[in-house]
């Protein structure tokens, strides 16, 4: 399958710090990319959608100037955490695929830690 | 509103036992269903599946999709230890994927 890569892994932040987390597909080019946030033990939640030079679409209840998505280009999306805070502590998870209906690839993941 | 339905929520097993997952779902203009098995990191993809009754295989793992019944099955034969994750079930709509919530299998030796 195709590959993503995320980074980074895992960062800890202190809170009202920034953090980008970074997505890149690697072997193809990803039309579109989802950002994911997911709680333990629960199922994916979508954060946004973006589409290599639009806006994001985010979905409701997930405020736009606290997760900035920016996809310049068809191989990488960036997610920024502006203003961190703990309870922005989770997985944070990128996705992506270059065709409608077609499998989305996910990336590894990132585990952010604000204290 | 659309909705992808997965069941068992948990599930815990011996080691060589059969195991079915089941995904159902209702959304509007349906065209694929994606299985994904999740560890502790990202997920990873298993099958699409496209056409009802057309067997997708891959080692153990085997998945079947019934679009009149709206459902698919996700089947694991001679379990291992190491098939223990979470298994999601997705259907794409439109621009975004909608996710069941997943089934927990843990696989006992």
């Known amino acids: 399958g195709a590959v993503v890569s995320q980074h980074p892994s895992r960062v800890i932040c202190k809170s009202g710090t920034s953090v980008k987390i970074e997505c890149r597909s690697l072997?193809?080019?990803?039309?579109?990319m989802f950002w994911y946030r997911q709680f333990p033990k629960q199922s994916l939640m979508l954060m946004a959608t973006s589409n290599e030079g639009s806006k994001a679409t985010y979905e409701q209840g997930v405020e736009k100037d606290k997760f900035l998505i920016n996809h310049a280009s068809l191989t990488l999306s960036t997610l920024t955490v502006t203003s961190a805070h703990p309870e922005d502590s989770s997985f944070y998870i990128c996705s992506a695929r270059d065709q409608e209906n077609t499998e989305a690839f996910f990336g590894q993941g990132t585990r952010l830690t604000v204290v | 509103e659309d909705k992808v339905v997965q069941s068992p929520l948990s599930l815990v097993v011996h080691e060589g036992d059969t195991v079915t997952l089941n995904c159902s779902y209702e959304?509007?203009?349906?065209?694929?269903l994606l299985w994904y098995k999740q560890e502790k990191k990202a997920p990873t993809f298993l099958f699409m599946l496209t056409s009802s009754g057309i067997e997708k295989k891959s080692g153990r793992l085997s998945s079947i999709l019934d679009k009149k019944e709206l459902f698919s099955i996700l089947n694991i034969t001679a379990t291992q230890t190491g098939d223990s994750a979470v298994y999601l079930c997705?259907?794409?709509?439109?621009?975004?994927?909608?996710f069941g919530t997943g089934t927990r299998l843990k696989v006992l030796a």
């Open positions: 959304v509007t203009n349906f065209r694929s």
């Open positions: 997705a259907v794409p709509r439109t621009y975004k994927y909608i």
């Open positions: 072997d193809f080019q990803a039309t579109t």
